[in-house]
């Protein structure tokens, strides 16, 4: 059944700055807020409880939920799965379409809302001549999210809201947010990956799950043996640092083999390229077949400048081809298409 355009909204609610604000931005525009929290560990307390507090100051109801089994087999196996074929995941790709916006589109399904909404930088923009719903760019380049929700489709985009979008800069959250008496006006923004503990590295937390990782070698590019890795769920494509090898001179990863258990070893210019492809492609609005040939503006990491490339669409997988060489295109990572600042698609660096 059809659910008809309404007032209410269903905010992701974390107990964090940006959710807080963007709840009481939509409250004074007349907006019935409802906040959901959903509890990917299963057992945070202290995210539950802050989630409360702030529910309870903004004067509205709070639906939580406890995610954790699909958030283990979704998100973390995944996460654990491709450090161990040797590639560097990004686990809030995987989560916001299967997990976070999924439920949110559910939930707010069950108590007869039309709208759903987060605290994430970026915009939504209805194209009217295709009539299409985009992600746009935020107005803040230094915080834009726009990256992160590539894979999202029609039906959660034409519902979607972000009330910080328009936002300049972070300080301006901040302000509204202290202007109101917010009890978490300054409250530290959130680590990078939820599910990984402060201070802890992802491959002590890979290992902590009796996934030991193997020794093996660091080889250079004609295959000839430099020393002994610790497992390659200790590297990353373009590290430097942390190698525990001594060649002489800065050596960088460049690749990685999992079935040979081999970690590459190379000079910063060797992780230069200006071809970089991509499987399991995703386009928010239309089939990959309409960019063919198309030149876009592509970012082969969240940090990345926007650079212009030209997309070749094979069956399984999309070839870009950069204008200038983009550096460490890492496999499990995703490169994300723009059209001038809205996100049109996007798929994960092959290896």
Not at 2 to 7: G, I, Q, R, S, V
Not at 19 to 42: H, I, M, P, Q, R
Not at 184 to 194: G, L, P, R, V, Y
Request: aromatic content about 10%.
């Amino acid at each position: 059944m059809e659910t008809l355009k309404n007032n209410k909204v269903l905010l992701g609610l974390s107990g964090g700055v940006d959710s807080t604000t963007a709840a009481l931005l939509l409250k004074e525009k007349g907006y019935e807020v409802t906040g959901y929290y959903f509890d990917v560990l299963g057992n945070n307390k202290e995210g539950l409880r802050e989630a409360e507090e702030t529910a309870k100051q903004l004067d509205i109801r709070l639906i939580t939920e406890d995610v954790s089994e699909d958030f283990e087999n979704i998100v973390i196996n995944n996460f654990c799965e491709e450090y161990l074929n040797g590639r560097t995941p990004n686990p809030c790709i995987i989560c916001n379409p299967n997990i976070k916006f999924k439920r949110l589109i559910e939930k707010a399904d069950e108590i007869g809302a039309f709208y759903i909404a987060t605290g994430h930088y970026c915009r939504i923009v209805y194209d009217q001549n295709r009539e299409k719903y985009f992600v746009k760019s935020a107005a803040n380049v230094k915080k834009d999210q726009s990256y992160m929700l590539y894979r999202l489709g029609q039906e959660v985009l034409s519902r979607l809201i972000f009330p910080l979008g328009e936002f300049c800069d972070k300080s301006e959250t901040r302000d509204i947010a202290r202007k109101n008496d917010l009890k978490n006006a300054d409250k530290k923004d959130s680590q990078e990956i939820c599910f990984i503990e402060p201070g802890e590295d992802y491959a002590k937390f890979i290992a902590s799950r009796g996934l030991q990782p193997k020794t093996g070698c660091f080889v250079d590019k004609e295959g000839n043996v430099l020393g002994e890795h610790r497992g390659i769920i200790n590297y990353t494509i373009g590290q430097r640092k942390g190698l525990g090898i001594a060649l002489g001179k800065p050596a960088f990863v460049i690749s990685m083999d999992a079935e040979k258990n081999q970690v590459v070893l190379g000079d910063n210019e060797d992780l230069f390229d200006n071809k970089v492809a991509c499987e399991n492609y995703f386009f928010t609005a239309s089939n990959a077949n309409e960019y063919d040939g198309r030149t876009v503006l592509a970012k082969v990491r969240y940090s990345a400048k926007p650079a212009k490339a030209s997309i070749k669409v094979y069956d399984k997988y999309i070839m870009a081809t950069f204008q200038e060489p983009q550096r460490a295109a890492t496999p499990g990572q995703s490169i994300v298409f723009y059209d001038d600042d809205k996100v049109v698609g996007g798929g994960f660096i092959k290896g």
